[in-house]
């Protein structure tokens, strides 16, 4: 019987004792005040959209935080404060024992700028596919694609991101436009050629068949007598020399 009563016993002391702890610390957060705030912010691809100097700034345009009490600051508030940064993606806040608010922060990552006109301001698209405004500090080396919108831009983000993993094709994408129909021409980093790709449908078999062309051209040596190489076409590559 006693054997049985133990564990019991044992259960009700564990959680008199955590609701012990639990009201103490309650209560002693309710005694406790900020000493400071640590931010760090996530570093991608050697790219500083956002930097810990930013972010501490925008929070402490709100809350000098060092002095306040832990209980009067609101974690959802910060979290607002920090996200009013464009380019900042995801953020994790937590008070720390060493009663220092500890913030973490990863920046949204550009693929491509879009450049919709000569009267409108350039923008970034993102990993999702959202506009990002450019920032005053620092310029992302992506490829440009020239649209009319960011909707119309669409098939040309779907190329960059296909093939933005890939560094042969990476480092070869300088530019996309956007024609009124919407097929896609690229501008290349090497040769003087077009290259017109229309949809991105078989793009692996485009891109093959464009790389053994370009292979042959440079072994060749008449690389740049082309200006326009054509995809469009299936299983084919037409190209039009200079005249």
Known sequence: MIQRLLPIAMSVVLLGTTGTLVGFALHAEKEIIYVGLEVDVKEIKGMFFVDAAGVRDAILAHDSIQGSWVESVSLQQVDAWIHSIPAVDNVEIYPGLDRILHVRVSQKEPVARLHTGPNQP???????????????????????????????????????????????????????????????????????????????????????????????QIRRGNLNEY?????SFAGQVVAQRYY
Do not use: C, M
């Not at 960011?150 to 996309?176: C, G, N, Y």
């Not at 200006?227 to 995809?231: A, D, E, G």
């Open 227 to 231: 200006q326009l190489i054509n995809l």
């Open 122 to 216: 350039d923008s970034y698209i993102d990993t999702n596919g959202e506009s990002l405004p450019l920032s005053p500090y620092f310029t992302a080396r992506v490829p440009i694609i020239h649209a009319k919108s960011l909707e119309h831009a669409s098939e040309a983000f779907s190329l960059i991101q296909s093939t933005r993993k890939a560094p042969l094709w990476s480092a070869f994408i300088d530019q996309v436009l956007v024609k009124e129909d919407g097929g896609l021409e690229i501008i290349a980093r090497i040769g003087g050629a077009r290259i017109a790709l229309g949809d991105t449908s078989h793009l692996d078999s485009k891109l093959n068949n464009l790389l053994t062309f370009y292979r042959e």
